[in-house]
């Protein structure tokens, strides 16, 4: 058997994986009757009975979500921890470059995240009404969120199963580094252009939440995610790493980093998401929540702070920029 | 208002032990009135009753209280509903024994988060309205029947609801205690509260503050 399967972090983490998609397979055929039947203003023995098997399902649906969120930094952890046993992976950057998979699988389950948020609040809006005026939107999302759940475990499955222990992979230094033959940066743009657009797009995205506008806002978001992902791995991170050469999304997770990658990754993807699911919000339910914005714009502003801290503390420590 | 429209409760649903407990309840209860509820025991009156209380779920059928059809109420609003609007007195009172008067009263005021000021003045209110004040600082299981009787009403009335439900109010007192609560209850009714009560104590049966009484058989009002 592969290595990599008799891993506890693998075993966990697709444990995990399976008990959430099953509980999810099972809410949401569940979920897909109630939709076909609900007639909320009926006050037959049947729509009393759908209405105790919905909220049963919706707290089903609510458990296994929650969970699908607190996985992710473990996801995350489980493949830097892989690294000690892929050849040549120093960090999680080697493991997920170990197959094709791992890439898909990242950006499927960061995908997934913002659609399980973005569930999670119409909800927590539906429950607080007193007339479920979102069950129907919310159960056909849950199907929704189901599907891509399925397509994750089948890419988690391939990807840990295809994971060799013995063909050496190639890391971050070579992958995301000037000899590496991933692109450096977006529309071959330099560093010190990519730093002003990563600035100015954060201004549009705060001067966007502060006009409290979904459309506006959810460009600007994405783009403040896109731009900031490239700030952080191939100019802020080569200050968190104290060295010009080392270019790498998933070092920062490690110890030797105070797991510093968990609060600027974390607080990268909470400001988009909090900047995106107005639009999905007004999209599926006709409604937005304001104060969204607003934590849009504290996360983006933590992440964008943390990020110049750490150029700042180097000049002033070493009177040189990197 | 209390409005019920075509109610059934059956416990145990197409199992073997399947029980019907209330059949096709039409009934309406106009603000300020005290209706009773007449049935020996198992005749379904305390099902009605915890159904118009929020407390349980009729099978089919409409429950409309205060314009809010509460068996459709989720779970959060429903208990908002309860809290705000009905006041419920449990045949065996359910006070905790090991509190005084007071803090048994207080405890319905715990989730609505008001200063202390504010729930000092209630619950003294309510003791007085009960003419139980006097204990206020005694414990509970201290206490005698009428009077653990007293405080459970008090508890119910703190909140200021606007229906009272009281399930067999009589069974654990004396004749004296008896036409006390009477007495209180037509306090209640001065007070403009609409009062349910279940009970098969005949005691009730030629009362002048009584609108109505309602007779149930088998889980059906009969006339």
């Known amino acids: 058997m592969n290595n990599i399967l008799l891993q506890n972090q693998v075993i966990i983490n697709l444990s995990i994986s399976f008990l959430t998609l099953l509980l999810l397979f099972g809410a949401s055929i569940f979920g897909v009757y109630i939709y076909k039947n609900w007639d909320f203003n009926s006050t037959s023995n049947f729509q009393y009975n759908l209405e105790k098997k919905a909220y049963l399902i919706v707290l089903i649906l609510f458990f296994a979500l929650v969970v699908k969120i607190i996985t992710l930094p473990y996801f995350a952890f489980t493949i830097d921890s892989l690294s000690d046993i892929v050849h040549g992976a120093m960090c999680a950057a080697g493991v997920v470059n170990a197959n094709e998979y791992g890439y898909v699988l990242i950006t499927l389950k960061l995908f997934i995240i913002f659609f399980v948020g973005s569930w999670l609040v119409i909800n927590k809006i539906d429950i607080a009404s007193i007339n479920y005026p979102h069950i129907k939107t919310k159960l056909l999302f849950a199907f929704f969120i189901f599907l891509a759940v399925l397509c994750e475990f089948i890419l988690e499955i391939l990807y840990f199963t295809n994971i060799s222990t013995e063909t050496p992979v190639q890391c971050c230094s070579v992958i995301y580094g000037v000899s590496g033959n991933s692109d450096p940066l977006p529309f071959g743009i330099d560093t010190k252009t990519l730093l002003i657009v990563f600035y100015a797009i954060l201004i549009l995205s705060l001067s966007a939440n502060l006009q409290k506008n979904p459309i506006f806002s959810f460009v600007a978001s994405m783009m403040y995610l896109y731009f900031g992902y490239y700030a952080l791995v191939y100019f802020f991170g080569t200050y968190i790493y104290q060295l010009p050469t080392h270019i790498c999304p998933f070092c920062m997770l490690q110890k030797e980093y105070y797991f510093i990658g968990y609060i600027l990754w974390g607080s990268l993807f909470l400001g988009t998401f909090f900047g995106i699911v107005n639009l999905i919000l007004k999209t599926l339910i006709g409604q937005i929540i304001k104060r969204y914005f607003f934590y849009s714009t504290i996360f983006n502003t933590i992440f964008a702070i943390i990020c110049t801290l750490y150029v700042v503390t180097y000049y002033i420590i070493n009177g040189v920029f990197l | 208002m209390?409005?019920?429209?075509?109610?059934?409760?059956?416990?145990?649903?197409?199992?073997?032990?399947?029980?019907?407990?209330?059949?096709?309840?039409?009934?309406?209860?106009?603000?300020?009135?005290?209706?009773?509820?007449?049935?020996?025991?198992?005749?379904?009156?305390?099902?009605?009753?915890?159904?118009?209380?929020?407390?349980?779920?009729?099978?089919?059928?409409?429950?409309?209280?205060?314009?809010?059809?509460?068996?459709?109420?989720?779970?959060?609003?429903?208990?908002?509903?309860?809290?705000?609007?009905?006041?419920?007195?449990?045949?065996?009172?359910?006070?905790?024994?090991?509190?005084?008067?007071?803090?048994?009263?207080?405890?319905?005021?715990?989730?609505?988060?008001?200063?202390?000021?504010?729930?000092?003045?209630?619950?003294?209110?309510?003791?007085?309205?009960?003419?139980?004040?006097?204990?206020?600082?005694?414990?509970?299981?201290?206490?005698?029947?009428?009077?653990?009787?007293?405080?459970?009403?008090?508890?119910?009335?703190?909140?200021?609801?606007?229906?009272?439900?009281?399930?067999?109010?009589?069974?654990?007192?004396?004749?004296?205690?008896?036409?006390?609560?009477?007495?209180?209850?037509?306090?209640?009714?001065?007070?403009?509260?609409?009062?349910?009560?279940?009970?098969?104590?005949?005691?009730?049966?030629?009362?002048?503050?009584?609108?109505?009484?309602?007779?149930?058989?088998?889980?059906?009002?009969?006339?």
């Open chain 2, 2 to 223: 209390i409005r019920l429209t075509n109610l059934y409760k059956i416990y145990n649903q197409s199992l073997q032990n399947e029980f019907v407990a209330l059949k096709n309840i039409n009934l309406h209860i106009k603000d300020k009135e005290c209706v009773v509820l007449k049935g020996v025991s198992g005749s379904g009156k305390s099902t009605l009753l915890s159904i118009i209380g929020g407390m349980n779920k009729p099978t089919s059928g409409e429950a409309l209280i205060e314009n809010k059809a509460i068996a459709k109420l989720p779970d959060l609003h429903l208990s908002n509903f309860r809290a705000k609007s009905i006041g419920f007195v449990f045949q065996s009172f359910h006070l905790i024994e090991n509190l005084s008067v007071y803090d048994n009263v207080t405890v319905p005021l715990i989730p609505h988060q008001k200063d202390t000021e504010q729930i000092t003045q209630m619950v003294n209110n309510a003791l007085q309205i009960i003419k139980i004040d006097h204990k206020k600082n005694d414990l509970a299981k201290n206490l005698s029947g009428g009077e653990k009787q007293r405080v459970a009403i008090a508890r119910a009335l703190v909140n200021n609801p606007n229906i009272i439900l009281l399930d067999e109010p009589t069974a654990n007192l004396d004749i004296a205690n008896s036409q006390n609560l009477i007495t209180i209850l037509q306090d209640l009714k001065q007070l403009g509260k609409t009062v349910v009560i279940a009970t098969h104590d005949t005691i009730f049966d030629d009362l002048d503050f009584v609108d109505k009484i309602v007779h149930i058989q088998n889980g059906e009002i009969v006339e």
